[in-house]
């Protein structure tokens, strides 16, 4: 998985995403994948996968995935330019070959 998420990150594809919700629902979304690490909002520092969804139920969102939560990734040919993207000041754990600016 780790391939797919270096190869989507470094030559900026969207993948499609299918993963277990926290309610165990399984949905599939849109997403552009920019980080691997903890995150601050979860106290237990875990690596997650860092997803900003394009198209939720209701908005774009980000999401934050356990590896088990994750049941595919696949990466489409459609492009993003991150600058697009940028909301926030990266923490960056990922070793990308880009960056917001």
């Known amino acids: 998985m780790n391939k797919i998420f270096m190869k989507s990150i470094n030559d900026k ?6 993963f277990k919700t926290v309610k165990g629902n399984v949905v599939t ?15 237990d520092k875990s690596q997650r996968y ?6 939720g139920p209701l908005y ?11 049941l595919k990734i696949k990466i489409t040919d459609v492009h ?3 600058v697009s993207y940028k909301a926030w000041k ?4 990922a070793n990308t070959l880009w960056s917001f600016k």
């Open 13 to 18: 594809l969207i993948v499609n995403l299918t």
């Open 50 to 55: 860092h997803f900003l969804v394009l198209k």
């Open 80 to 82: 993003f330019n991150p």
């Open 60 to 70: 774009s969102h980000p999401v934050f995935l356990l590896p088990k939560q994750i």
């Open 29 to 43: 979304r849109r997403c552009i994948l920019y980080n691997l690490g903890p995150h601050k909002r979860f106290k």
């Open 90 to 93: 990266p923490n960056w754990f």
